[in-house]
Protein backbone atom coordinates (compact mmCIF):
# COMPACT_ATOMS: atom_id res chain seq x y z
CA UNK A 1 0.00 0.00 0.00
CA UNK A 2 1.28 3.41 -0.74
CA UNK A 3 0.59 6.26 1.54
CA UNK A 4 0.00 9.66 -0.43
CA UNK A 5 -1.27 13.36 0.66
CA UNK A 6 -2.83 15.94 -1.43
CA UNK A 7 -3.54 19.53 -0.91
CA UNK A 8 -6.97 20.98 -2.06
CA UNK A 9 -8.62 24.66 -1.03
CA UNK A 10 -11.71 22.72 -0.41
CA UNK A 11 -13.04 19.30 -0.24
CA UNK A 12 -15.21 19.38 -3.54
CA UNK A 13 -11.65 18.77 -5.13
CA UNK A 14 -11.79 15.24 -4.29
CA UNK A 15 -14.74 14.33 -6.15
CA UNK A 16 -15.99 10.76 -5.73
CA UNK A 17 -17.24 8.44 -8.63
CA UNK A 18 -15.48 9.92 -11.32
CA UNK A 19 -11.59 9.82 -12.87
CA UNK A 20 -10.04 12.74 -11.72
CA UNK A 21 -6.81 14.80 -11.94
CA UNK A 22 -4.72 15.81 -8.92
CA UNK A 23 -0.67 16.62 -8.02
CA UNK A 24 -0.39 14.08 -4.81
CA UNK A 25 2.96 13.89 -2.88
CA UNK A 26 3.64 10.59 -1.78
CA UNK A 27 4.52 9.97 2.04
CA UNK A 28 6.39 6.26 1.51
CA UNK A 29 9.25 6.45 3.63
CA UNK A 30 12.71 7.06 1.69
CA UNK A 31 14.71 9.81 -0.21
CA UNK A 32 11.59 11.07 -2.59
CA UNK A 33 9.47 11.51 0.43
CA UNK A 34 6.70 14.29 -0.05
CA UNK A 35 7.64 14.83 -3.78
CA UNK A 36 4.77 15.32 -6.48
CA UNK A 37 3.34 13.42 -9.51
CA UNK A 38 0.76 14.61 -11.65
CA UNK A 39 -1.75 11.56 -11.43
CA UNK A 40 -5.74 10.99 -12.80
CA UNK A 41 -7.47 8.98 -10.28
CA UNK A 42 -10.09 7.77 -8.16
CA UNK A 43 -10.83 8.43 -4.66
CA UNK A 44 -13.47 8.00 -2.21
CA UNK A 45 -13.80 8.90 1.44
CA UNK A 46 -13.97 4.93 2.32
CA UNK A 47 -10.22 4.24 3.57
CA UNK A 48 -10.77 0.67 2.09
CA UNK A 49 -12.55 1.56 -1.00
CA UNK A 50 -8.74 1.90 -3.51
CA UNK A 51 -5.37 0.61 -2.52
CA UNK A 52 -3.45 2.96 -1.51
CA UNK A 53 -4.08 5.90 1.43
CA UNK A 54 -5.05 9.17 0.52
CA UNK A 55 -4.26 11.68 3.43
CA UNK A 56 -5.59 15.76 2.86
CA UNK A 57 -4.25 19.45 3.84
CA UNK A 58 -5.94 22.37 3.72
CA UNK A 59 -4.42 25.13 1.54
CA UNK A 60 -2.49 26.30 4.51
CA UNK A 61 -1.19 23.08 5.57
CA UNK A 62 -4.19 22.14 7.79
CA UNK A 63 -4.27 18.53 8.26
CA UNK A 64 -7.78 17.52 7.72
CA UNK A 65 -9.38 15.04 9.71
CA UNK A 66 -11.02 13.20 7.03
CA UNK A 67 -9.12 10.35 5.19
CA UNK A 68 -9.15 9.00 1.61
CA UNK A 69 -8.43 6.13 -0.25
CA UNK A 70 -7.16 6.18 -3.65
CA UNK A 71 -6.58 4.19 -6.85
CA UNK A 72 -3.96 5.79 -9.37
CA UNK A 73 -4.95 5.04 -12.59
CA UNK A 74 -2.27 6.88 -14.73
CA UNK A 75 0.45 9.42 -14.56
CA UNK A 76 -0.34 12.46 -16.60
CA UNK A 77 2.69 14.65 -18.09
CA UNK A 78 1.52 18.55 -17.71
CA UNK A 79 4.89 19.90 -18.43
CA UNK A 80 5.43 20.75 -22.52
CA UNK A 81 7.46 18.19 -24.43
CA UNK A 82 9.89 20.73 -24.96
CA UNK A 83 10.99 21.02 -21.11
CA UNK A 84 11.32 17.38 -20.66
CA UNK B 1 40.01 51.97 4.32
CA UNK B 2 41.60 49.47 7.42
CA UNK B 3 41.72 45.36 6.11
CA UNK B 4 38.38 43.98 6.59
CA UNK B 5 38.55 40.74 7.79
CA UNK B 6 35.01 38.95 7.24
CA UNK B 7 34.84 35.16 6.74
CA UNK B 8 35.13 34.09 3.25
CA UNK B 9 32.49 31.39 3.93
CA UNK B 10 30.23 29.56 5.37
CA UNK B 11 33.07 27.31 6.17
CA UNK B 12 34.82 30.32 8.16
CA UNK B 13 31.22 31.66 9.31
CA UNK B 14 30.68 28.64 10.89
CA UNK B 15 34.21 28.40 12.49
CA UNK B 16 34.15 31.88 13.71
CA UNK B 17 30.58 31.35 14.63
CA UNK B 18 31.50 28.38 17.20
CA UNK B 19 34.25 30.39 18.05
CA UNK B 20 32.16 33.38 19.31
CA UNK B 21 29.70 30.86 21.14
CA UNK B 22 26.96 32.01 18.57
CA UNK B 23 27.31 28.11 16.88
CA UNK B 24 26.72 24.75 18.13
CA UNK B 25 28.23 21.54 17.25
CA UNK B 26 25.34 18.63 16.91
CA UNK B 27 26.66 15.84 16.63
CA UNK B 28 23.64 13.38 17.10
CA UNK B 29 21.70 12.31 13.79
CA UNK B 30 18.84 14.76 13.22
CA UNK B 31 15.81 14.07 10.64
CA UNK B 32 16.07 16.30 7.72
CA UNK B 33 11.70 15.58 7.81
CA UNK B 34 10.77 18.04 10.20
CA UNK B 35 13.52 17.47 13.20
CA UNK B 36 15.99 19.95 11.64
CA UNK B 37 13.44 22.76 11.07
CA UNK B 38 12.01 23.00 14.67
CA UNK B 39 15.57 23.08 15.84
CA UNK B 40 16.25 25.99 13.77
CA UNK B 41 12.77 27.65 14.60
CA UNK B 42 13.65 26.96 18.31
CA UNK B 43 17.27 28.54 17.92
CA UNK B 44 15.26 31.38 16.20
CA UNK B 45 12.30 32.09 18.95
CA UNK B 46 14.93 31.56 21.52
CA UNK B 47 17.51 34.20 20.14
CA UNK B 48 19.98 30.92 20.80
CA UNK B 49 23.04 30.41 19.17
CA UNK B 50 22.81 28.69 15.36
CA UNK B 51 22.60 24.97 14.95
CA UNK B 52 25.09 23.47 12.65
CA UNK B 53 23.76 19.73 12.31
CA UNK B 54 26.80 17.23 11.47
CA UNK B 55 24.78 14.11 11.15
CA UNK B 56 21.57 14.42 8.97
CA UNK B 57 19.05 10.92 8.89
CA UNK B 58 19.52 9.76 5.57
CA UNK B 59 22.01 11.72 3.49
CA UNK B 60 25.88 10.97 4.98
CA UNK B 61 28.34 13.07 4.36
CA UNK B 62 26.08 16.23 4.49
CA UNK B 63 25.26 18.71 7.04
CA UNK B 64 23.16 21.51 8.32
CA UNK B 65 23.52 25.00 9.03
CA UNK B 66 20.79 26.91 10.73
CA UNK B 67 19.61 30.36 11.25
CA UNK B 68 22.58 31.73 10.28
CA UNK B 69 21.89 35.82 10.45
CA UNK B 70 19.35 35.88 12.74
CA UNK B 71 20.86 37.83 15.45
CA UNK B 72 22.77 40.99 15.46
CA UNK B 73 25.86 39.11 17.09
CA UNK B 74 26.07 37.17 14.15
CA UNK B 75 25.23 39.98 11.68
CA UNK B 76 28.25 41.81 13.36
CA UNK B 77 30.58 37.99 13.08
CA UNK B 78 29.79 38.10 9.36
CA UNK B 79 31.21 41.57 9.02
CA UNK B 80 34.13 40.90 10.39
CA UNK B 81 33.12 43.16 13.37
CA UNK B 82 33.23 42.49 17.06
CA UNK B 83 30.23 40.34 17.78
CA UNK B 84 29.33 42.66 21.05
CA UNK B 85 29.12 45.60 18.56
CA UNK B 86 25.57 47.71 18.42
CA UNK B 87 23.15 47.85 15.69
CA UNK B 88 23.84 51.28 15.34
CA UNK B 89 27.81 50.54 14.57
CA UNK B 90 26.55 47.88 12.44
CA UNK B 91 24.76 50.00 10.43
CA UNK B 92 27.01 52.99 9.99
CA UNK B 93 29.87 49.94 9.11
CA UNK B 94 27.17 48.48 6.28
CA UNK B 95 26.52 52.20 5.25
CA UNK B 96 30.46 53.09 5.12
CA UNK B 97 31.16 49.95 2.94
CA UNK B 98 28.56 50.21 1.14
CA UNK B 99 29.25 53.79 0.03
CA UNK B 100 32.48 52.80 -1.32
CA UNK B 101 33.97 51.93 -4.39
CA UNK B 102 32.71 49.01 -5.77
CA UNK B 103 34.94 46.05 -6.18
CA UNK B 104 34.84 43.77 -9.19
CA UNK B 105 34.30 39.74 -8.77
CA UNK B 106 37.10 37.96 -10.61
CA UNK B 107 36.05 34.85 -12.37
CA UNK B 108 38.49 31.43 -11.12
CA UNK B 109 39.04 28.51 -12.98
CA UNK B 110 36.70 25.87 -12.02
CA UNK B 111 39.93 23.57 -10.62
CA UNK B 112 40.15 26.34 -7.85
CA UNK B 113 36.02 26.21 -7.27
CA UNK B 114 35.60 24.23 -4.16
CA UNK B 115 31.65 24.13 -5.48
CA UNK B 116 32.55 21.87 -8.68
CA UNK B 117 34.15 18.80 -6.41
CA UNK B 118 31.14 17.01 -7.18
CA UNK B 119 29.03 16.54 -10.56
CA UNK B 120 25.76 15.38 -11.04
CA UNK B 121 24.62 15.85 -15.07
CA UNK B 122 22.24 13.69 -17.21
CA UNK B 123 20.07 11.21 -15.60
CA UNK B 124 22.10 11.45 -12.21
CA UNK B 125 20.43 14.94 -11.39
CA UNK B 126 18.02 14.06 -8.43
CA UNK B 127 17.40 16.72 -6.29
CA UNK B 128 16.45 14.35 -3.77
CA UNK B 129 20.33 13.53 -3.66
CA UNK B 130 20.81 16.39 -1.79
CA UNK B 131 19.41 16.47 1.82
CA UNK B 132 16.45 18.78 1.52
CA UNK B 133 14.19 19.50 4.50
CA UNK B 134 10.55 19.93 5.41
CA UNK B 135 11.43 22.57 7.31
CA UNK B 136 7.86 23.52 8.54
CA UNK B 137 5.68 20.40 9.31
CA UNK B 138 1.96 21.17 6.48
CA UNK B 139 4.72 22.88 4.20
CA UNK B 140 3.73 22.57 0.88
CA UNK B 141 7.03 20.85 0.37
CA UNK B 142 10.62 20.13 0.68
CA UNK B 143 12.31 23.66 0.28
CA UNK B 144 15.39 24.13 -1.46
CA UNK B 145 16.27 27.29 -1.00
CA UNK B 146 15.61 28.84 1.57
CA UNK B 147 19.17 30.97 2.44
CA UNK B 148 20.75 31.19 -0.96
CA UNK B 149 20.66 32.98 -4.12
CA UNK B 150 19.30 32.44 -7.40
CA UNK B 151 21.29 33.83 -9.91
CA UNK B 152 20.00 35.07 -13.16
CA UNK B 153 20.91 37.75 -15.81
CA UNK B 154 19.33 40.55 -17.63
CA UNK B 155 19.18 39.01 -21.38
CA UNK B 156 19.45 42.58 -22.71
CA UNK B 157 21.20 44.97 -20.01
CA UNK B 158 23.28 42.20 -19.34
CA UNK B 159 22.74 42.84 -15.61
CA UNK B 160 23.15 40.13 -13.12
CA UNK B 161 20.83 39.34 -10.41
CA UNK B 162 20.93 37.69 -7.29
CA UNK B 163 17.59 36.68 -5.22
CA UNK B 164 16.45 35.32 -2.59
CA UNK B 165 12.97 33.65 -4.03
CA UNK B 166 11.89 30.64 -1.77
CA UNK B 167 12.13 27.44 -3.85
CA UNK B 168 10.20 24.37 -3.37
CA UNK B 169 11.06 20.44 -4.57
CA UNK B 170 8.65 19.24 -6.61
CA UNK B 171 10.02 16.57 -8.24
CA UNK B 172 13.37 15.10 -8.97
CA UNK B 173 14.18 17.54 -11.39
CA UNK B 174 11.61 20.47 -10.77
CA UNK B 175 11.47 23.42 -8.23
CA UNK B 176 8.76 25.67 -7.90
CA UNK B 177 9.40 29.08 -6.41
CA UNK B 178 7.70 32.44 -5.59
CA UNK B 179 8.47 35.03 -8.00
CA UNK B 180 6.65 38.17 -7.09
CA UNK B 181 6.02 40.36 -10.63
CA UNK B 182 7.21 43.66 -8.96
CA UNK B 183 11.01 41.54 -8.43
CA UNK B 184 13.69 41.89 -10.73
CA UNK B 185 13.76 38.48 -11.79
CA UNK B 186 9.60 38.70 -12.16
CA UNK B 187 10.11 41.54 -14.10
CA UNK B 188 12.23 40.11 -16.86
CA UNK B 189 10.08 37.22 -16.62
CA UNK B 190 7.19 38.71 -17.57
CA UNK B 191 8.64 41.74 -20.24
CA UNK B 192 10.70 39.11 -22.04
CA UNK B 193 11.14 35.66 -21.88
CA UNK B 194 7.47 34.91 -21.66
CA UNK B 195 6.31 37.12 -24.86
CA UNK B 196 9.22 35.07 -26.46
CA UNK B 197 8.83 31.43 -25.11
CA UNK B 198 12.70 31.33 -24.04
CA UNK B 199 13.59 30.01 -20.52
CA UNK B 200 15.50 32.04 -18.69
CA UNK B 201 19.00 30.05 -17.34
CA UNK B 202 19.09 30.18 -13.68
CA UNK B 203 21.74 29.22 -10.94
CA UNK B 204 20.50 28.41 -7.37
CA UNK B 205 23.63 28.95 -5.10
CA UNK B 206 23.11 27.34 -1.50
CA UNK B 207 25.49 27.77 1.67
CA UNK B 208 27.05 31.32 0.45
CA UNK B 209 29.68 33.15 2.50
CA UNK B 210 27.01 35.16 4.67
CA UNK B 211 28.08 38.71 2.74
CA UNK B 212 26.99 36.96 -0.05
CA UNK B 213 23.92 35.66 1.34
CA UNK B 214 23.45 39.61 2.66
CA UNK B 215 24.08 41.15 -0.76
CA UNK B 216 21.49 38.78 -1.99
CA UNK B 217 18.89 40.03 0.64
CA UNK B 218 19.60 43.53 0.44
CA UNK B 219 17.55 45.52 -1.96
CA UNK B 220 20.20 47.37 -3.38
CA UNK B 221 20.97 48.82 -6.74
CA UNK B 222 24.57 47.84 -6.83
CA UNK B 223 24.76 44.35 -9.05
CA UNK B 224 25.24 41.99 -6.21
CA UNK B 225 28.39 40.30 -7.46
CA UNK B 226 30.01 44.02 -6.71
CA UNK B 227 28.24 44.49 -3.08
CA UNK B 228 30.22 41.23 -1.69
CA UNK B 229 33.53 42.70 -2.74
CA UNK B 230 32.25 46.20 -0.88
CA UNK B 231 31.15 44.13 1.98
CA UNK B 232 33.89 42.11 2.29
CA UNK B 233 36.86 44.47 1.36
CA UNK B 234 38.29 42.45 -1.31
CA UNK B 235 36.32 40.40 -4.59
CA UNK B 236 33.78 38.12 -4.53
CA UNK B 237 35.76 34.88 -6.52
CA UNK B 238 32.95 33.92 -9.14
CA UNK B 239 33.20 30.17 -11.77
CA UNK B 240 31.34 29.65 -14.51
CA UNK B 241 28.04 27.36 -14.56
CA UNK B 242 28.68 23.77 -16.62
CA UNK B 243 25.26 23.96 -18.43
CA UNK B 244 25.03 28.18 -19.19
CA UNK B 245 26.78 31.23 -19.37
CA UNK B 246 26.45 32.44 -15.29
CA UNK B 247 28.78 32.49 -13.30
CA UNK B 248 28.46 31.47 -9.05
CA UNK B 249 30.16 32.43 -6.01
CA UNK B 250 32.75 29.55 -6.11
CA UNK B 251 32.93 28.99 -2.82
CA UNK B 252 29.68 28.27 -2.57
CA UNK B 253 28.57 24.76 -0.93
CA UNK B 254 25.74 23.53 -4.04
CA UNK B 255 25.01 24.97 -6.72
CA UNK B 256 21.60 24.26 -9.10
CA UNK B 257 21.67 24.78 -12.31
CA UNK B 258 19.09 25.11 -14.76
CA UNK B 259 16.58 27.33 -16.75
CA UNK B 260 13.38 28.66 -15.99
CA UNK B 261 10.17 27.58 -18.11
CA UNK B 262 8.08 30.92 -18.35
CA UNK B 263 5.05 29.50 -19.59
CA UNK B 264 4.70 26.42 -17.24
CA UNK B 265 4.13 26.68 -14.25
CA UNK B 266 3.15 24.25 -11.16
CA UNK B 267 1.94 24.36 -7.28
CA UNK B 268 4.07 26.02 -5.02
CA UNK B 269 3.25 26.23 -0.73
CA UNK B 270 1.92 26.85 1.55
CA UNK B 271 4.88 27.79 3.23
CA UNK B 272 5.64 29.42 6.71
CA UNK B 273 6.75 32.74 5.96
CA UNK B 274 8.55 36.22 7.16
CA UNK B 275 5.62 37.76 8.37
CA UNK B 276 5.00 34.72 11.48
CA UNK B 277 2.32 33.12 9.35
CA UNK B 278 1.17 30.65 6.33
CA UNK B 279 -0.47 33.57 4.45
CA UNK B 280 0.19 33.04 0.67
CA UNK B 281 -1.92 30.44 -1.05
CA UNK B 282 -1.21 27.41 -2.83
CA UNK B 283 -0.74 28.77 -6.10
CA UNK B 284 0.56 27.64 -9.72
CA UNK B 285 4.00 29.70 -9.48
CA UNK B 286 7.30 30.29 -11.56
CA UNK B 287 8.97 26.66 -12.80
CA UNK B 288 12.49 25.82 -12.59
CA UNK B 289 13.73 22.91 -14.43
CA UNK B 290 17.14 21.23 -13.09
CA UNK B 291 19.96 20.50 -15.20
CA UNK B 292 23.05 20.09 -13.19
CA UNK B 293 23.85 19.68 -9.45
CA UNK B 294 27.05 20.67 -8.30
CA UNK B 295 28.49 20.73 -4.76
CA UNK B 296 31.36 20.93 -2.36
CA UNK B 297 32.96 17.66 -0.25
CA UNK B 298 30.98 17.16 2.88
CA UNK B 299 28.55 20.03 1.76
CA UNK B 300 26.41 21.80 4.16
CA UNK B 301 23.03 23.27 3.01
CA UNK B 302 21.89 26.45 4.98
CA UNK B 303 18.41 26.47 6.38
CA UNK B 304 16.16 29.55 7.60
CA UNK B 305 13.09 28.77 8.93
CA UNK B 306 10.31 31.51 8.95
CA UNK B 307 7.96 32.54 11.55
CA UNK B 308 7.39 34.21 14.33
CA UNK B 309 9.98 36.76 14.91
CA UNK B 310 12.79 36.45 15.21
CA UNK B 311 14.91 34.63 11.67
CA UNK B 312 16.79 36.18 9.11
CA UNK B 313 14.18 36.59 7.19
CA UNK B 314 13.11 39.69 9.10
CA UNK B 315 16.09 40.69 10.94
CA UNK B 316 18.22 41.11 7.69
CA UNK B 317 15.82 42.32 5.77
CA UNK B 318 14.69 44.59 8.34
CA UNK B 319 18.45 45.93 8.90
CA UNK B 320 18.92 46.20 4.79
CA UNK B 321 15.74 47.90 3.89
CA UNK B 322 15.98 50.55 6.49
CA UNK B 323 19.61 51.31 5.18
CA UNK B 324 18.42 51.39 1.74
CA UNK B 325 15.81 53.75 2.64
CA UNK B 326 18.04 56.12 4.83
CA UNK B 327 20.44 55.94 1.55
CA UNK B 328 17.66 56.92 -0.58
CA UNK B 329 15.70 59.57 1.06
CA UNK B 330 19.31 61.17 2.12
CA UNK B 331 20.11 61.18 -1.66
CA UNK B 332 17.14 63.21 -2.61
CA UNK B 333 18.52 65.76 -0.06
CA UNK B 334 16.06 65.40 3.04
CA UNK B 335 17.28 65.79 6.78
CA UNK B 336 16.74 62.31 7.77
CA UNK B 337 18.70 62.15 10.92
CA UNK B 338 18.25 57.77 10.71
CA UNK B 339 16.07 54.92 9.47
CA UNK B 340 14.84 52.00 11.34
CA UNK B 341 13.14 49.19 10.68
CA UNK B 342 12.34 47.03 13.82
CA UNK B 343 12.41 43.45 12.68
CA UNK B 344 9.50 42.58 15.15
CA UNK B 345 7.13 44.66 12.74
CA UNK B 346 8.64 41.59 9.87
CA UNK B 347 9.79 44.77 8.08
CA UNK B 348 6.80 46.38 7.71
CA UNK B 349 7.24 49.63 9.54
CA UNK B 350 10.02 52.16 8.77
CA UNK B 351 10.63 54.50 11.54
CA UNK B 352 12.41 57.82 10.20
CA UNK B 353 14.15 59.97 12.51
CA UNK B 354 14.50 63.90 10.63
CA UNK B 355 14.91 67.07 11.36
CA UNK B 356 11.40 68.79 10.73
CA UNK B 357 12.53 71.83 8.83
CA UNK B 358 9.37 72.57 6.48
CA UNK B 359 5.97 71.47 6.25
CA UNK B 360 5.26 68.31 4.59
CA UNK B 361 8.57 66.40 5.08
CA UNK B 362 7.01 63.37 6.40
CA UNK B 363 4.34 63.05 3.02
CA UNK B 364 7.53 63.65 1.29
CA UNK B 365 9.46 60.78 3.00
CA UNK B 366 6.47 58.56 2.76
CA UNK B 367 5.62 58.89 -1.36
CA UNK B 368 9.13 58.32 -2.25
CA UNK B 369 9.80 55.08 -0.03
CA UNK B 370 5.91 53.72 -0.62
CA UNK B 371 7.13 54.99 -4.82
CA UNK B 372 10.53 53.40 -4.76
CA UNK B 373 11.27 49.74 -5.71
CA UNK B 374 11.67 48.91 -2.09
CA UNK B 375 8.36 50.17 -1.71
CA UNK B 376 6.29 46.65 -1.92
CA UNK B 377 8.11 44.81 0.93
CA UNK B 378 6.47 47.57 3.96
CA UNK B 379 3.12 49.39 4.43
CA UNK B 380 3.86 51.48 7.65
CA UNK B 381 6.22 54.51 7.70
CA UNK B 382 6.29 56.73 10.86
CA UNK B 383 8.01 59.81 11.20
CA UNK B 384 9.36 60.81 14.20
CA UNK B 385 11.68 64.37 15.20
CA UNK B 386 15.74 64.10 15.71
CA UNK B 387 15.36 64.26 19.25
CA UNK B 388 13.48 60.63 19.30
CA UNK B 389 16.15 58.09 19.20
CA UNK B 390 14.54 55.79 16.86
CA UNK B 391 15.78 52.83 18.02
CA UNK B 392 14.31 52.78 20.85
CA UNK B 393 10.73 51.35 20.64
CA UNK B 394 9.70 53.11 24.01
CA UNK B 395 10.58 56.59 22.44
CA UNK B 396 8.82 56.04 19.38
CA UNK B 397 5.75 54.67 20.88
CA UNK B 398 5.19 57.47 22.86
CA UNK B 399 5.82 59.75 20.06
CA UNK B 400 3.48 57.61 18.37
CA UNK B 401 1.01 58.02 21.15
CA UNK B 402 1.06 61.36 22.14
CA UNK B 403 1.93 63.34 18.65
CA UNK B 404 0.37 61.86 15.97
CA UNK B 405 -3.05 63.71 15.22
CA UNK B 406 -5.40 60.66 14.45
CA UNK B 407 -6.98 62.85 11.50
CA UNK B 408 -4.27 65.05 10.49
CA UNK B 409 -1.60 62.89 11.24
CA UNK B 410 -2.17 59.61 9.52
CA UNK B 411 -2.56 59.42 5.89
CA UNK B 412 -3.54 56.30 3.54
CA UNK B 413 -2.62 55.63 0.52
CA UNK B 414 -5.32 52.82 -1.34
CA UNK B 415 -4.58 50.81 -4.33
CA UNK B 416 -0.61 50.10 -4.43
CA UNK B 417 1.70 47.32 -4.94
CA UNK B 418 1.55 44.98 -2.09
CA UNK B 419 2.86 40.69 -1.70
CA UNK B 420 0.61 37.87 -1.36
CA UNK B 421 2.89 37.09 1.91
CA UNK B 422 0.58 40.28 3.90
CA UNK B 423 -1.48 38.52 6.62
CA UNK B 424 -4.18 41.39 6.62
CA UNK B 425 -4.11 41.70 2.66
CA UNK B 426 -7.57 40.37 1.48
CA UNK B 427 -7.62 37.61 -0.67
CA UNK B 428 -8.35 39.54 -3.57
CA UNK B 429 -5.21 41.51 -2.56
CA UNK B 430 -2.95 38.52 -1.91
CA UNK B 431 -3.97 37.40 -5.85
CA UNK B 432 -3.04 40.39 -7.09
CA UNK B 433 -0.39 41.55 -5.47
CA UNK B 434 -2.74 44.68 -4.19
CA UNK B 435 -1.58 46.68 -1.34
CA UNK B 436 -2.07 50.05 0.84
CA UNK B 437 -0.62 51.83 2.86
CA UNK B 438 -0.44 54.40 6.05
CA UNK B 439 1.81 57.30 6.92
CA UNK B 440 2.03 57.97 10.95
CA UNK B 441 2.99 61.90 10.58
CA UNK B 442 4.13 61.97 14.94
CA UNK B 443 5.86 65.61 14.44
CA UNK B 444 5.04 68.89 15.35
CA UNK B 445 3.66 70.56 12.61
CA UNK B 446 5.87 73.88 11.86
CA UNK B 447 3.19 76.32 11.51
CA UNK B 448 2.58 75.69 15.52
CA UNK B 449 4.25 78.86 17.88
CA UNK B 450 7.64 76.77 18.90
CA UNK B 451 7.04 78.72 22.37
CA UNK B 452 3.29 78.33 22.71
CA UNK B 453 1.98 75.85 20.83
CA UNK B 454 4.50 72.86 20.82
CA UNK B 455 4.15 70.78 24.17
CA UNK B 456 7.18 70.99 26.53
CA UNK B 457 8.36 67.15 26.88
CA UNK B 458 8.82 66.40 30.46
CA UNK B 459 11.42 63.99 30.99
CA UNK B 460 15.13 63.37 33.22
CA UNK B 461 16.73 64.91 30.48
CA UNK B 462 15.02 67.66 29.18
CA UNK B 463 13.42 69.61 32.35
CA UNK B 464 16.44 69.67 34.10
CA UNK B 465 19.68 71.95 34.22
CA UNK B 466 22.71 70.07 33.34
CA UNK B 467 24.30 70.45 36.83
CA UNK B 468 21.17 68.78 38.26
CA UNK B 469 21.01 66.16 35.77
CA UNK B 470 24.93 65.28 37.20
CA UNK B 471 24.53 65.73 40.47
CA UNK B 472 21.77 63.43 40.72
CA UNK B 473 23.57 61.20 38.44
CA UNK B 474 26.59 61.13 40.67
CA UNK B 475 24.41 60.55 44.24
CA UNK B 476 22.54 57.86 42.49
CA UNK B 477 23.94 55.02 44.41
CA UNK B 478 24.55 57.43 47.55
CA UNK B 479 20.72 57.42 47.61
CA UNK B 480 20.12 54.42 48.06
CA UNK B 481 19.81 53.10 44.53
CA UNK B 482 21.93 50.08 42.70
CA UNK B 483 24.04 51.47 40.42
CA UNK B 484 22.43 52.19 36.34
CA UNK B 485 24.31 50.02 33.46
Known amino acids: MNKWEVFVMDMSELAEGKDIELSIRTLNAGLHKYTYKRVKCQVSAKQDKFPDSLQVRMGRGQLSASKYSIKVLEEVQRMPEKYL | MSKISAPKSNREFIEACVKAGDAVR ?23 AAPFMEKIKDYPGFSYFGAPLSTYRRMAISLGMDPASSLPEIGKEYLKRTNSEPIAPVLVDRKDAPCKENILMGKDVDLCKLPVPLVHDGDGGRYVGTWHAVVTKHPV ?3 VNWGMYRQMMFDSRTMSGAVFPFSDLGKALNEYYLPRGETCPFATAIGLSPLAAMAACAPSPIPEPELVGMLSGEPARLVKCETNDLEVPADAEIIIEGEICPDYKVEEGPFGEYTGYRTSPRDFRVTFRVNCITYRNNAT ?4 NMGVPQDEGQLLRSFSLGLELEKLLKSQGIPVTGVYMHPRSTHHMMI ?24 PWFHMVMV ?15 AFCTRCHPVNGIHVYKNTTGTPLYPYATPHERKYSIGSKVLFDCLWPVDWDKINDVPTLVSFKNVYPKDVQEKVMSNWTAYGYPEVK
Not at chain 2, 385 to 395: C, K, P, S
Open chain 2, 26 to 48: IKQEVDWENEAGAIVRRACELGA
Open chain 2, 384 to 398: VDDQTDIFNWDEVYH
Open chain 2, 301 to 304: MTIS
Open chain 2, 352 to 375: VGVKPTYSGIAQQIAQLAFGSKLG
Open chain 2, 157 to 159: RGD
